[in-house]
């Protein structure tokens, strides 16, 4: 017996995105305040105090990537993936055009397939122009 799962689901690549949120310049700006805030508090003689807000500074920091990897925003950003409901109207076009193609070529193939057109209006000028009810047969055209 094989001892690997039975169906293999497709996983995202969690380090790309985690690589882009350690990178995000709001994040690093985080790290970086706390770190400056250290060096300091720690230069003002006060190392323990220092120690703490470097600390808190480096959880929020992991918060913010945290919050980053489970942010369906921040993923589609990065693996550049379009928005829901923002397909242009080309795309829905072309989606709905292939989709009739396809129906009509499964309940039609193999028959011959007539389309009724309606045929081209004549070009009539004014003068010779007669109103639809007068073109029947037993009405005369004078009154």
Known sequence: MSSGPLIERPRAD???VAVASAASPINLGVLGTSTLATLGLVLAGHPLVG????????LAYGALIGLDLFNPKFIRKVYELPEPGAESDADRLACATGFALRTLRSRFSGRTLTIPFAPPRPTASRSTYQ???SRRPGLSSTT
């Open 14 to 16: 969690v380090r790309k």
């Open 51 to 58: 120690v703490a807000v470097l600390g808190i500074g480096v």
């Open 131 to 133: 109103p639809p009810s």
